[in-house]
């Protein structure tokens, strides 16, 4: 990584035959380009980091000739839906394929793996645009601004990075347990992303400390709510690279703030340098130009805009999102009277007699009754399931045709448990397409 510009950015070649026994072979091509022959598309391939499990619906997928590059053209074939892909047994007996709508950093898996982080569209390089300034810090935190943590320190600059050293020991002495230090770097965006536009971020991360520490690295936008990474340091660390793909959920990301909370009873020093963060138009190469009326139908980071509601008055149900879905809980002993949980945004669903698709992932947790998930507008169903009293993951691709012009999307779960236990509805990846299949302008 020697300056900003540029800087996780890397010339292409092809993944040798070898690579699809990612082990020992994988050291020499960690972080090597690749480009797709399918459509110029880049990804950049890296050995043995962790990836949140936000798996594209049909994960893991089935190749003629099992190896990493057939995965990564499995990836650039679905478009910039697909944000990358991990490969390798992971701890089993067979190698798999994942997709990704997120490629979202954790810590790594005990067993060897291989990932491709996608960092263009097909436009490749020259699609893609540097949306921040001065990550590479160099010389001045300017136009960041800094956030003070509560023993008063905040970033400098220390060779050409950004730097803080957290002043836990004074602080932990004084009632001899752990803790927590917050500081804070804020960027405004001249030329603000909008929603759907896929992204590629990378970051050096340096956490040092002569004792265990626990530190938590966010990057997100302030102004639209969505969070782009966020990794979990448990002890002194790096110079690591840590990163990032996927495709913005939510309009308006004018602000980016980095946040570093650490936890501990020792000073600790944090450097981050190298912050990329670059977008490109999506592309629609694998789904024709279908594109879903509903916003966040992933669920990937946050629930936003959809609002969770109870009809009547129970309040049986709670809402969360994690590991990539939604998932709405609900008390034991629930009675089957019980008003349905909603979770409601705004469309604009076209005129009369128009066909539509829905697709979504439910999963299933019945511990006794059953549990039953529809979808429609504030007029009419467009899809209900019935009464599911099996725990398991439940695909949907459903197909009919809507009557009424309507302003509101409307999640409807209803569950009930008559001998105890608690039931759990999660629901993925939902999409709800007006004239499926069309013909559409040619791309690309
Ligand atoms: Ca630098
Ligand atoms: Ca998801």
Known sequence: MSSDSGSSMVSSSSITSSYSTPSASCVAEDKSGYTSQEDGSEFIVLCNQGFQELHLAGSPIQLMNNNLEACTEQCAAAGTACAGVTFGFFGGEQQQCYLYTRMLASEAPAYPIVAAVRTSNFEGALGRRRILRNGGFDGALSPWTSGQTASGSEFTIKNNAANVVMLLTTRAANNGAAVVDSVTLEQQISDPADANVGYYTSLDITVTSDRPVECQINVRSVSSGESFFGLFVRNTVGPRTVYGSGTTQLPDVSTILMNV?????????????????????????????????????????????????????????????????????????????????????????????????????????????????????????????????????????????????????VISITCYSPTGGINSVGIDSIELVMNPGADCPASG
């Open 261 to 409: 909370d650490c936890n501990g009873t020792r000073d600790v020093e944090v450097q981050l340098d190298n912050l990329g963060f670059w977008s490109f138009e999506p592309d629609n190469s694998g789904s024709g130009c279908d594109t879903s009326l509903l916003t966040n139908g992933n669920f990937d980071s946050s629930l936003s805009p959809w609002i969770p509601a109870q009809g009547g008055t129970s309040t049986s149900a709670t809402w969360s999102v994690s590991d990539g879905q939604v998932i709405v809980r609900w008390a034991a002993n629930t009675g089957i009277n019980d008003a349905p949980a909603t979770l409601t945004q705004s469309i604009d669903m076209p005129g009369s007699d128009t066909p539509y698709r829905i697709t979504a992932d439910l999963v299933f947790t019945i511990a006794s009754g059953s549990c039953s998930v529809g979808f429609g507008t504030e007029i009419e169903t467009l899809y209900f399931n019935g009464q599911t009293a099996q725990s398991g993951r439940v695909p949907i691709t459903y197909d009919g045709i809507s009557e009424i012009q309507a302003r509101q999307f």
